[in-house]
Nanobody, 124 residues
Framework: VQLQASGGGSVQAGGSLRLSCVAS????????MYWFRQAPGKEREFVTA????????TYADSVKGRFTISRDNVKNTVYLQMNSLKPEDTAVYYC??????????????????WGQGTLVTVSS
């Protein structure tokens, strides 16, 4: 599986962006999908994740109520809708995948694949 993230850009505080991560391969629906971010000078941090079906999701406290993860298994794509963006959301955003079969959980750690990052810049 190869992951290709896109959709980053520059936006003013309060604005919105939608990131996409397209996966190659025919087993996308057997993977839980994740978004992480890394701000300048900081460690990479977890943002959100969803199960293979998209029915189970989890979010970092810092983005709850503002960000939404979703996926389209026909298009092999996972999305990150980011609303009410803040300057502290500025970071390179990465998608990742972990094989879970059709398990309903969204386990953290032991990621199988990573995409390249896409830069999100939020100005005040």
């Amino acid at each position: 599986v190869q992951l290709q993230a896109s959709g980053g850009g520059s936006v003013q505080a309060g604005g919105s962006l939608r990131l996409s991560c397209v996966a190659s391969g025919r087993t996308f629906s057997r993977y839980a999908m994740y978004w992480f971010r890394q701000a300048p000078g900081k460690e990479r941090e977890f943002v959100t994740a969803c199960s293979w079906s998209g029915s189970a999701t989890t979010y970092a406290d810092s983005v709850k109520g503002r960000f939404t993860i979703s996926r389209d298994n026909v298009k092999n794509t996972v999305y990150l809708q980011m609303n009410s963006l803040k300057p502290e959301d500025t970071a390179v955003y990465y998608c990742a995948a972990r094989y879970t079969g059709q398990g309903m959980s969204v386990p953290l750690g032991k990621y199988d694949y990573w995409g390249q990052g896409t830069l999100v810049t939020v100005s005040s």
